[in-house]
């Protein structure tokens, strides 16, 4: 595609379900992020991967959160016995080169996460 | 750890006035720069960046520059639009893969 896709748009989760968000990088592109972003915060790094290695998960919030990219494209972050506090905006970003900082990334409209 | 502070918003301004947001940064080692720009309805995208002190990033009359004397990166544009109305963020990233690091976010409004 164009950019990058995620799905759902929206979703409303009672507190205690299972969630799954899925992420389309744009084709082609090496690194893959997840971020998550509170309402009228900026966004929080969860977790990078390069290709289907999941090479940093420093930002995961606690171990409810996983997130994975098996063939090194579409990728998908879990949440599990979703809280309150989970409600939030989660981004998904790629970026074509794999070691440098000075990359732009290109984010995908994001998935809100409405936790009752 | 690394951190990101932008000034506080929102800000409304009359077109053709001139914009500074203000963003500071505290970072070990030589961090690149970035402002990303979000619009109403669409995604975070590059609005300019700058990867080493005294760099000047530009874009769409946007400017920012570098400067590690002071650890900021404020944004100026002399002549803003209507268009420009968005929610603007200043990042950093000091990894080698270009993980950011965000400030809170400014919401800009710009009034005819």
């Known amino acids: 595609g164009a950019g990058v896709s995620q799905s759902p748009r929206y979703k409303v989760a009672k507190r205690g379900q299972d969630v799954a968000l899925r992420c389309d990088p744009i084709?082609?592109?090496?690194?893959l992020f997840w971020y998550q972003q509170a309402l009228g915060q900026g966004p929080e790094f969860l977790t990078y991967?390069?290709?289907?290695?999941?090479?940093?998960k420093s930002g995961l919030p606690s171990d409810r959160f996983f997130a994975e990219r098996p063939e090194g494209s579409v990728s998908t972050l879990k949440i599990q016995r979703t809280q309150q506090e989970d409600s939030a905006v989660y981004l998904c970003?790629?970026?074509?080169?794999?070691?440098?900082?000075?990359?732009?990334?290109?984010f995908g409209e994001g998935s809100r996460l409405t936790v009752l | 750890g690394d951190s990101v502070t932008q000034m506080e918003g929102p800000v409304t301004l009359s077109e053709e006035a001139f914009l500074t947001i203000n963003c500071t940064y505290t970072?070990?080692?030589?961090?690149?720069l970035f402002w990303y720009v979000q619009y109403p309805g669409e995604g975070l995208q590059l609005l300019l960046k700058?990867?080493?002190?005294?760099d000047k990033g530009s874009n769409k009359g946007f400017e920012a520059t570098y400067r590690k004397e002071t650890t900021s990166f404020h944004l100026e544009k002399g002549s803003v639009q209507v268009s420009d109305s968005a929610v603007y963020f200043c990042?950093?990233?000091?990894?080698?893969?270009?993980?950011?690091?965000f400030g809170q976010g400014t919401i800009l409004t710009v009034h005819p």
């Open positions: 970003a790629s970026s074509l080169w794999r070691d440098s900082n000075t990359g732009e990334l290109f």
């Open positions: 084709s082609g592109h090496v690194s």
């Open positions: 970072a070990t080692g030589y961090p690149s």
């Open positions: 700058a990867t080493k002190a005294d």
């Open positions: 991967f390069q290709n289907e290695a999941q090479l940093d």
């Open positions: 990042a950093l990233s000091v990894t080698s893969y270009g993980k950011l690091t």
